[in-house]
């Protein structure tokens, strides 16, 4: 998406609240990566895809500083829950700490480690996926969470153009291939729906249809 383009876009998008507000400015004022950060735009369409799919269990692999869990927990049922994974210690603390500020402190359940050796722990069935850790992991994680995934539920990928990467014939870098290679397989599988969506970096919703 062009700068003007998304400028204009958050200029007549609902404003997010002031947590999200303060989470975003304090990514982007102390993090060595903020560009990391889903940010405003993505973080509204976060959110308002959760609160039309409405889920019960919501996995989240990859938490950075909290936002983007915080904008998906707000389409979570009374009782849900959604459960995030982050591998780095001071990323973990500084989204702990927003969470409990947050009207979803008792819904968010914060993992510390690394997602190959939290995944095979979990037993749920999850409604809606987050995908946004280490890109040459990305078939990994789908892979491991993919047949826990209910049928017509969704699996939203982050980074999917990897900073307009993939668009290069010639690729460099482990991370570009790897998104390339994702991107190809998820779409020539036949059990999903996905589209690619080019909302900031790009983002892919693909759907479990069997």
């Known amino acids: 998406m062009s700068t003007l383009a998304q400028q204009y876009a958050e200029i007549h998008s609902t404003p997010q609240d002031e947590l999200l507000q303060e989470v975003e400015s304090y990514t982007r004022a102390h993090h060595t990566e903020p560009h990391m950060i889903s940010g405003f735009l993505q973080g509204r369409f976060l959110s308002l895809f959760s609160e039309l799919v409405k889920p019960e269990r919501i996995l989240e692999i990859g938490t950075l500083t909290g936002f983007s869990a915080l904008c998906l927990a707000k389409g979570?049922?009374?009782?849900?829950?959604?459960?995030?994974?982050?591998?780095?210690?001071?990323?973990?603390?500084?989204?702990?700490?927003?969470?409990?500020?947050?009207?979803?402190?008792?819904?968010?359940?914060?993992?510390?480690?690394?997602?190959?050796?939290?995944?095979p722990s979990f037993t749920e069935t999850w409604d809606l996926v987050f995908l946004d850790a280490d890109k040459t992991a990305y078939l990994d994680y789908f892979n491991m969470v993919f047949p826990f995934v209910r049928s017509g539920g969704y699996i939203l990928a982050d980074n999917v153009f990897f900073h307009g990467q993939v668009f290069t014939t010639e690729l460099k870098g482990k991370n570009a291939k790897a998104i390339a290679q994702f991107n190809r397989e998820i779409a020539q599988r036949q059990d999903v729906e996905v589209i690619m969506v080019p909302l900031r970096d790009g983002l892919?919703?693909?759907?479990?249809i069997k």
Not at 107 to 117: C, F, M, V
Not at 204 to 208: L, P, T
Request: hydrophobic letters at 40%; a positive charge; glycine letters at 4%.
């Open 76 to 119: 979570l049922t009374s009782s849900g829950v959604l459960h995030t994974i982050e591998k780095r210690e001071q990323d973990a603390a500084v989204a702990q700490s927003f969470f409990d500020r947050s009207l979803f402190s008792n819904q968010i359940k914060l993992h510390r480690g690394d997602a190959h050796a939290i995944l």
């Open 204 to 208: 892919s919703v693909i759907k479990k």
